[in-house]
């Protein structure tokens, strides 16, 4: 069973690490915005397996970091992570949901309505685009 919850900032670091930038040192983790947003964390028999970094401007809410441990992969982690800060966003009447997704992740957001915006464009050596999704207000 799978349960998610808010996390302080620095518990999303190893797991950031581990999956996304394993060469990188863990204090290099840590982004300059942690201390200004919301961060939180699926965990499976108490260990954390998926981590992701929330943040609001005005009626537009960026994630950063969506990570889940390459061991739990297609086994609907992510899934349920994404559905989770989706309707945190739409309690706290948020307008647009958006990320610079990773190249090899348009497919997974795209099942969930994002669509790409923009051009590709390149940064620490990875390819990305902005994906979004309209949030409809209630």
């Known amino acids: ?72 992969q297609g086994q609907q982690v992510g899934t349920q992570l994404l559905n989770y800060i989706t309707d945190f966003v739409v309690k706290e009447n948020g307008g647009l949901l958006w990320c610079n997704a990773r190249l090899s992740a348009i497919g997974f957001y795209n099942k969930f309505g994002f669509s790409a915006v923009g051009e590709v464009f390149h940064k620490n050596g990875v390819d990305y685009i902005i994906m979004q999704k309209d949030i409809p207000s209630g």
């Open 1 to 72: 069973m799978l349960s998610i919850e808010q996390i302080r900032p620095e518990l999303t670091w190893r797991l950031r690490r581990e999956v996304l930038y394993p060469n990188e040192q863990l204090a290099d983790m840590a982004m300059e915005e942690d201390n200004h947003g919301y961060h939180f964390g699926a965990f499976h028999d108490n260990a954390l397996v998926a981590v992701v970094s929330l943040f609001q401007r005005e009626r537009d809410w960026r994630f950063r970091k969506f990570t889940v441990a390459d061991a739990l």
